[in-house]
């Protein structure tokens, strides 16, 4: 007889981990218990050594979809006498959470419930049970259970109280679990001039007037798990315009929900894994390949070569499609350009004044978090953006620190907090240049305090002067009286990936994005760093610094840009260049542009997102970005993987301390294909290959100067799959290569960074 005390971390509470553990141990002959603890969960487990060894293994390898194991620690310990039965015991502390569970999709159980009629819960709503449904969104205040969710003015009713407390049901201690007698459900309001008015159409009524309003060229406002998303055919253009000119978005593409995998391999191109995550607890949307000749509209994501494409992930989306929707819609998130999404019925019908009718629920979404973006790269997730599905979550301190919150960045905002052991970062929260993403982020960093019963000691931002999430950092920090510090933007990206790694060597780093504050004042953008986990970061190498005429305008009006790179190569002669983007440049431009470059004016940049801007402008794939990399991606969109074609030419210079990558002679050569008409697929094949070229050249350099045999890439400009694949090839079996994979690579991972930087003592003060 031998007896284990085994604890199991992670998310192991509210997704069926203990009735799990309770059949798998009747299943082996196992007896002892299994009980919720602050920390997770605690099982004492005794029989004989090759149960006990079958046990562990269906434990680690059987576990619930919904489960995230971070680690087990197993303990010998004696055996107990008239110990023959194996129990759920009641919770040690109250059923205190170690890690909230995040919102899951609908499971095939509940699927097949929900179609059955002759299931007491046939074309209910909001099914679902211990593997599948609503956590974080409902989620008031810890501990999780019932009544401290939205749930909580639903009284269960006798039959879903047998289901919650049988411990061989899938529904026992499903906090959200309910039926047509007892829970929550859907209403349509229809719109009547500017007002909309209530209907008596309850469910799946409700849900079936909403599809044939679909069908027939209208849009609807939807609620869902996380807020409201704006819903109209993916066949029909007259809509999808209406749609673009209310949201302000001329070209930013629209994902897509397909009905069911069939439908997704219509439309796109699907890898065998790519499939496995739209099916997946998670249900990400995810970057596919476009299916030439598809059926469904060219305003969706015009100029890209990949799609954003999901399936439906609650009971109500799967009824909409069964009930006679079309099988691809767009399902946008519930706002206007850069707000947060709407989440309540009352908002989305003051907001979200383009919809012909809502269909919501009456149960309050408490956490507002709009859906995770990811695409696949050799068989591994990168999300792109952190939010349903994947919060909450948390990642291990290799050092222990004090309490903090980080507020990190505006664009592609999200906050994070540590409790000394962990950090926990946010959903994605928006762009803070929007008073109501600001106060998003404000509500989200009170909430993640009060369910972490966090008392931060610090508060660290960004070290741009201007970012309103500084600004929110420094008042948040002078109210409670604690001090406030910085960490550099591309400093934070570094931190991140350390962070998400839990890398304990030094590294070499390539960070490259848009902007950020530099340590000397000017816009980083293209930099190179050697890190020492326990020590620092050193700037080691950037990009051949340029003036960015008329600051963040040239951001947007990338043909200014693209004028600065040319006068500066080809001096005045550059005028005389047969290329498209001179059709949109006057005289009086060119000579504003040649002053500034000339007399190297203010603001100066060595940002890697502006020179992808600048090789699309030049080669007349883009001339300005209406959304953020809309140029890049456009470009990105004709490059094809391939390693083996000819790169373009680029200068690595050795400064002093410091390496200076020139790619003044790839925009020549680039400047003389587009002049001679060269393809454009084979320009933008040549630049991205160039540009991975380079950074493992200087990436191989810093390794063989500092001795370092890992390599960490960062920043949004890496969240480009053809770049990241080229130069994860070009370093295999030389430098190991690591890089964001759920924590993102744009703004939205700077957070988890700055915290790591704190926990490491690599932080400035700031007066408050």
């Not at 476009?290 to 969706?300: A, F, P, T």
Request: neutral net charge; contains cysteine; glycine residues 6%.
């Amino acid at each position: 007889m031998k007896a284990l005390i085994i604890k199991v971390y992670g998310v192991v509470q509210g997704v069926g981990f203990r009735p799990f553990v309770y059949r798998i141990a009747n299943k082996f002959g196992i007896s002892g218990f299994v009980r919720n603890e602050s920390w997770g969960v605690r099982i004492f487990a005794q029989g004989e050594d090759e149960k006990i060894q079958n046990f562990l293994k269906s434990l680690r390898d059987k576990r619930p979809k919904a489960a995230v194991i971070e680690s087990i620690e197993t303990e010998e310990t004696e055996p107990r006498k008239g110990v023959n039965l194996f129990v759920i015991e009641k919770s040690a502390t109250a059923d205190t959470i170690g890690l909230m569970p995040p919102d899951l999709a609908t499971c095939d159980d509940c699927l097949s419930e929900l179609f059955d009629p002759a299931d007491r819960r046939y074309l209910y709503p909001f099914i679902n049970c211990t593997n599948c449904g609503p956590r974080f969104t409902i989620v008031r205040k810890l501990p999780y259970d019932r009544p401290r969710t939205t749930m909580a003015k639903f009284k269960i009713c006798s039959d879903c109280r047998k289901e919650y407390e049988n411990p061989l049901d899938r529904r026992y201690h499903a906090q959200p679990v309910s039926c047509a007698k007892c829970g929550p459900h859907y209403y349509l309001s229809i719109k009547n001039g500017k007002k909309f008015n209530s209907t008596n159409l309850v469910d799946s009524d409700a849900i079936e007037f909403a599809a044939r309003l679909v069908s027939s060229g209208k849009i609807i406002a939807m609620q869902g798990l996380g807020g409201f998303h704006l819903i109209c055919s993916a066949r029909n253009d007259d809509a999808i315009a209406r749609l673009r000119e209310w949201k302000r978005r001329p070209t930013k593409p629209f994902a897509v929900m397909a009905a069911n995998i069939s439908s997704v391999k219509e439309i796109a191109h699907a890898t065998q894994f790519e499939i496995s995550q739209l099916s997946s607890p998670y249900a990400p949307i995810m970057l596919l390949r476009k299916r030439q000749g598809n059926s469904i509209s060219h305003l969706i994501a015009p100029g890209l070569s990949r799609i954003g494409v999901m399936l439906p992930y609650a009971p109500a989306h799967h009824m909409l499609f069964r009930m006679g929707a079309p099988d691809v819609i767009i399902a946008t998130s519930g706002n206007r350009r850069d707000e947060p999404i709407a989440k309540d019925p009352e908002d989305a019908m003051t907001r979200l004044d383009i919809a012909d009718a809502i269909l919501w629920y009456d149960r309050e979404i408490h956490n507002r978090v709009d859906d995770s973006v990811g695409f696949e790269l050799d068989g591994e997730l990168i999300l792109m953006r952190r939010a349903r599905g994947f919060t909450p979550s948390r990642y291990q301190l290799s050092v222990k620190c004090e309490p903090a919150v980080a507020f990190g960045a505006d664009m592609k905002g999200g906050i994070a907090l540590t409790d000394g052991k962990f950090i926990y970062p946010s959903q994605y929260l928006g762009e803070m240049e929007d008073p109501l993403a600001q106060d998003f982020l404000t509500e989200t960093v009170n909430k993640f305090l009060e369910w972490l019963e966090i008392k931060p000691k610090a508060v660290i931002v960004d070290k741009h002067p201007d970012y309103h999430s500084r600004r929110l950092g420094i008042a948040f920090a002078k109210e409670l009286g604690i001090p406030c510090f910085a960490v550099q933007h591309h400093k934070s990206h570094l931190w991140a990936v350390i962070a998400e790694h839990g890398i304990q060597q030094p590294v070499a780093a390539a960070i490259f994005d848009g902007t950020g504050y530099g340590d000397d004042g000017n816009i980083w953008g293209g930099e190179f760093f050697v890190a020492s986990p326990e020590e620092t970061i050193n700037r080691v190498g950037h990009v051949r610094i340029i003036p960015q005429p008329g600051g963040d305008a040239a951001a947007k009006k990338i043909t200014r840009m693209a004028l600065a790179y040319l006068i500066r190569i080809f001096g005045h002669d550059a005028r005389k260049l047969s290329l498209p983007l001179f059709e949109r440049i006057t005289d009086r431009e060119f000579e504003f542009v040649k002053r500034v470059v000339e007399k190297s004016k203010s603001p100066l940049t060595t940002s890697m997102g502006r020179l992808f801007d600048v090789a699309a402008a030049i080669a007349g794939v883009a001339f300005e970005n209406d959304y953020e990399a809309e140029a890049p991606m456009m470009l990105e969109s004709l490059a094809y993987p391939d390693i083996t074609v000819k790169p373009y030419a680029y200068q690595v210079l050795e400064k002093e301390d410091l390496i200076e990558l020139n790619f003044d002679p790839t925009l020549k050569e680039l400047s003389r294909d587009t002049e001679k008409k060269k393809p454009k697929e084979e320009i933008a094949t040549r630049f991205h290959l160039t540009v991975a070229h380079a950074t493992a050249r200087v990436l191989g350099i810093l390794s063989e100067k500092y001795g370092v045999r890992v390599a960490a890439v960062s920043g949004g400009v890496f969240q480009n799959k053809t770049l990241l694949w080229m130069l994860k090839k070009l370093l295999s079996g030389k430098i190991e290569l690591v890089y964001p994979l759920l924590n993102p690579a744009n703004d939205q991972g700077i957070a988890v960074g700055q915290i790591m930087a704190f926990a490491l003592g690599q932080v400035e003060p700031l007066k408050t």
